[in-house]
């Protein structure tokens, strides 16, 4: 089985940075002047660093997951095979069927529509007192009872830090500031381009400066809640 990942030409590469900078996962570095991929288990493959880099110095590469037994750089460094076979096997041994027992059908705790920060109205009538739910779209995907036990009795704005391509900072600053928001929950993934949704809504906070109750809640990619604070 193979996956799509980067290369790195180091002969190319001018360490200009402008990877590092580009990649939201953190998967690049720059060590010793030059640009390496350190993380390939966090490399998603999508090629946010290939546009910006001026030496056309990053490739895609088919990498073998089902090398056992890797030459050339530890899995640290970057090599291939180490860390394309971590990134196949991570799900299959992480991720656990969970078991349900239904007692009854679910109800949907969605209280308006739309839901994307990306095409909510600052000023829609629902958000006035309401108690918000500031989330990575994939959260409700991941952990079961994200309804009864999360969106119950709020109103949910969801976006994604790194898709969207958007900063959502100067948007919920507005919806603070137009509306008597009385608490802020923000859901997020343990994986790192998720701490752009907590960045975002803390400089929002921030910029509204007045206090008032907020939280973040950390998922797993199997569904475990793993920090609140």
Same mark, same amino acid.
Request: glycine share 6%.
């Given at each position: 089985?193979?996956?799509?990942?980067?290369?790195?030409?180091?002969?190319?590469c001018?360490?200009?940075?402008?990877?590092?900078?580009?990649?939201?996962?953190?998967?690049?570095?720059l060590?010793?002047?030059?640009?390496?991929?350190?993380?390939?288990?966090?490399?998603?493959?999508?090629?946010?660093?290939?546009?910006?880099?001026?030496?056309?110095?990053?490739?895609?590469?088919?990498?073998?997951?089902?090398?056992?037994k890797?030459?050339?750089?530890?899995?640290?460094?970057?090599?291939?095979?180490?860390?394309?076979?971590?990134?196949?096997?991570?799900?299959?041994?992480?991720?656990?069927e969970?078991? @349900?027992?239904? !007692?009854?059908?679910?109800?949907?705790? =969605?209280? &308006?529509?739309?839901? %994307?920060?990306?095409?909510? #109205?600052?000023?829609?009538?629902?958000?006035?007192?309401?108690?918000?739910?500031?989330?990575?779209?994939?959260?409700?995907?991941?952990?079961?009872?994200?309804?009864?036990?999360?969106?119950?009795?709020?109103?949910?704005?969801?976006?994604?830090?790194?898709?969207?391509? @958007?900063?959502? !900072?100067?948007k919920?600053?507005?919806? =603070?500031? &137009?509306?008597?928001? %009385?608490?802020?929950?923000? #859901?997020?993934?343990?994986?790192?381009?998720?701490?752009?949704?907590?960045?975002?809504?803390?400089r929002a906070?921030?910029?509204?400066?007045?206090?008032?109750?907020?939280?973040?809640?950390?998922?797993?990619?199997?569904?475990?809640?793993?920090?609140?604070?």
């Amino acid at each position: 089985m193979t996956r799509k990942t980067i290369k790195i030409d180091a002969d190319l590469c001018t360490g200009c940075g402008l990877c590092v900078s580009a990649c939201k996962e953190g998967a690049i570095q720059l060590i010793d002047g030059k640009a390496k991929l350190v993380r390939e288990d966090y490399c998603d493959g999508l090629g946010m660093c290939l546009p910006v880099c001026p030496t056309n110095a990053i490739s895609f590469e088919e990498a073998d997951t089902m090398n056992d037994k890797p030459q050339g750089e530890s899995a640290m460094g970057g090599c291939p095979g180490t860390m394309a076979k971590v990134f196949a096997e991570r799900p299959a041994r992480e991720i656990q069927e969970p078991q @349900v027992e239904v !007692a009854s059908a679910p109800v949907s705790q =969605l209280r &308006q529509w739309p839901v %994307q920060i990306k095409l909510l #109205a600052p000023n829609a009538q629902f958000l006035q007192g309401a108690r918000l739910l500031i989330a990575a779209d994939c959260t409700a995907f991941a952990y079961a009872n994200f309804h009864q036990d999360y969106m119950k009795n709020k109103i949910t704005l969801i976006g994604c830090p790194k898709l969207d391509e @958007v900063d959502y !900072a100067e948007k919920l600053t507005t919806i =603070l500031q &137009q509306n008597d928001i %009385q608490s802020v929950t923000i #859901a997020r993934m343990e994986v790192p381009c998720c701490a752009g949704i907590v960045e975002m809504t803390k400089r929002a906070l921030e910029n509204y400066g007045k206090l008032i109750p907020w939280q973040v809640v950390n998922f797993s990619i199997d569904g475990v809640v793993l920090e609140d604070t």
